[in-house]
């Protein structure tokens, strides 16, 4: 199994590929969220070009599955530009490549629209008004509200996607095109390949409490411009997909842009969280791109990994100071790797930049993290790496007798073990230093 987190500036956009079961076999592939513009052009369709070189004989590539966690355009458009490549190629070789599976949420699924109904209530005049004029200038209005801005943004850019996938015959959600939420009960459960997707968020009772929000305000002559601004605060937190991936004795935790607390409500709803043990994981993908507004100590302290991952350049603070301080908190002896897609100088740079851009100063001590990494890099026990994120990791071991395995399940979830994952065996340690991937 290989973990590739792509340069998406202050996004994500991760790729994950699964050895086949037999020598030469086609890996599954797996695609995790596209960034923002500027994304796919620059970074993603040079991997799936690269992609098409080690396996000539598959023109075109399969991706075995796209996830895109949730509806922001950090996540969403580099999947929105692969898409319309793909759809409008006229090439005599054929589009780069083809996708049988969509992973996603639709907003107007999450609040039970049918489909462009949020849009179209979302169109009202008082919301347009709380927009302005960056919405077609209208009379009286001399700023936009930029909450409301993203929201009709995020929006329209859910709905592309959903005509997309609808057009070029891509199954959402599949078996069924159900939601995909864990009840607290039984987390629904889908086969890629040889790996196993569980989902741990989003949780039920967030999407109901939603839903219920939804049809209260919506119906209040005043209520939606208030709505915008709440929902852009809340959906991204509420409605990120929460996947723990496995393949045998491997497991990543992709978090999306989900809050700490939430995403270990659901882990200790089913069953993977319990006691005084952390939950071991060989990859955790920080939770919106290292912004400590989504973390606490709890979360660190919960969740234990071999490799952490942060995918985010500097804008808007992320990744947060304070949220690298957690990670040393709670793990003071080490024995990790800390991955950046872009470097810590980089970070503090676009930092300071995107800082001065509003007026704001920037304090090295205060705000950066450069000093915390070049310190890390000195320590015997914590490793970083800059830049390029890739991560072999050991999934073509053969199970553990002991360590539970899914079923293989494609059309109906199942109840979730409840059990502790163990990190891989393969790693070899070196005396109070971290793992180091093959």
């Not at 086969?191 to 196993?196: K, N, V, Y």
């Not at 969740?303 to 990670?327: C, F, K, W």
């Not at 205060?366 to 991560?391: C, H, L, Y």
């Not at 990791?393 to 002991?402: S, V």
């Amino acid at each position: 199994m290989r973990f590739e987190a792509l340069k998406a500036r202050y996004g994500d956009c991760l790729f994950l590929t699964f050895d086949g079961a037999m020598a030469g076999a086609e890996p599954t592939r797996l695609l995790v969220d596209g960034g923002p513009g500027t994304v796919f052009q620059n970074a993603l369709k040079t991997r799936l070009e690269a992609e098409l070189r080690a396996h000539p004989g598959e023109a075109p590539v399969t991706l075995d599955a796209v996830l895109v966690s949730h509806i922001d355009e950090d996540h969403i458009l580099g999947i929105l530009d692969l898409l319309e490549e793909v759809r409008d190629d006229r090439s005599p070789g054929g589009p780069l490549c083809e996708v049988r599976w969509l992973f996603h949420n639709s907003f107007d699924a999450l609040i039970g629209e049918g489909e462009g109904g949020a849009a179209r209530n979302l169109q009202a005049s008082d919301v347009l008004a709380a927009v302005g004029t960056s919405m077609g200038g209208l009379q009286g209005v001399s700023s936009p509200d930029p909450s409301a801005l993203l929201v009709l943004q995020s929006y329209g850019q859910g709905s592309r996607l959903a005509s997309l996938a609808a057009a070029m015959k891509i199954r959402r959600n599949p078996p069924d095109a159900a939601v995909l939420m864990f009840d607290g009960v039984t987390a629904p459960v889908r086969r890629l390949g040889p790996a196993t997707l569980t989902f741990f968020g989003p949780l039920q009772a967030e999407v109901e409490a939603l839903r219920r929000k939804w049809a209260t305000e919506v119906k209040k002559p005043d209520g939606r411009a208030a709505l915008a601004a709440y929902l852009d605060k809340s959906i991204p937190n509420l409605s990120s997909l929460v996947v723990l991936v496995e393949q045998n004795d491997v497991s990543i935790l992709l978090t999306g842009d989900a809050r700490g607390d939430k995403i270990l409500d659901g882990l200790r709803a089913g069953g993977r969280l319990g006691g005084v043990q952390p939950l071991k994981v060989d990859i955790l993908k920080l939770p919106h791109h290292g912004s400590s507004r989504n973390l606490d100590d709890d979360f660190f302290q919960a969740i234990h990994a071999d490799h952490y991952v942060v995918s985010g350049d500097g804008t808007h603070g992320n990744p947060d100071r304070e949220t690298l301080q957690m990670l040393e908190r709670a793990r003071p002896d080490g024995g990790f790797v800390v991955h950046l897609t872009y470097s810590a100088a980089h970070c503090d740079q676009t930092h300071r930049d995107w800082k001065q851009a509003r007026q704001r100063s920037f304090d090295p001590a205060q705000d950066g993290i450069s000093d915390i990494i070049d310190r890390w890099k000195k320590s015997p026990s914590i490793e970083v790496r800059e830049d390029v994120v890739s991560i072999q990791l050991p999934g073509d071991a053969p199970p553990r007798p002991h360590h539970p395995r899914p079923r293989p399940i494609s059309d109906t979830p199942r109840p979730v073990a409840k059990s502790t994952l163990r990190p891989s065996s393969d790693y070899k340690l070196k005396p109070g230093g971290p793992p180091r991937p093959g």
